[in-house]
Nanobody, 129 residues
């Protein structure tokens, strides 16, 4: 089974950029769909972006479309989330998730993402005004 660890969070001013990384262990990484979620203080966890096992398909929440880019490097067992034009409302703990079966096009649904196989511990992103 794959395990994941996020990194790259921090404090950034509005309009700035950050790149999050999700390092995965396990030889099966290249067969796992991967994604990013976030949870702001006092709010429910929400979908941010997902990428298929091959990297050929990507999906985004409307709130980040055009600003965030998800990518993966299977040789290095790593998934990235490039975040540009950050806004204070992007402040949250960002989580990496992985699943070998559930199609990433469905990961925006709570009924799906609550059952994803692997979750990381999260990395905090704070965007100041």
């Amino acid at each position: 089974q794959v395990q994941v660890v996020e990194s790259g969070g921090g404090l950034v001013q509005a309009g700035g950029s950050l790149r999050l990384s999700c390092a995965a262990s396990g030889r099966a990484f290249s067969s796992y769909h991967m994604g990013w979620f976030r949870q702001a203080p006092g709010k429910e966890r929400e979908f941010v972006a997902a990428i298929s096992w091959s990297g050929g398909n990507t999906y985004y929440a409307d709130s980040v479309k055009g600003r965030f880019t998800v990518s993966r490097e299977n040789a290095g067992n790593t998934v990235y989330l490039q975040m540009n034009s950050l806004k204070p409302e992007d402040t949250a703990v960002y989580y990496c998730a992985a699943d070998p079966r559930r199609t990433p096009s469905s990961w925006s649904r709570t009924s799906v993402f609550n059952y994803l196989e692997v979750w990381g511990q999260g990395t905090l992103v704070t965007v100041s005004p």
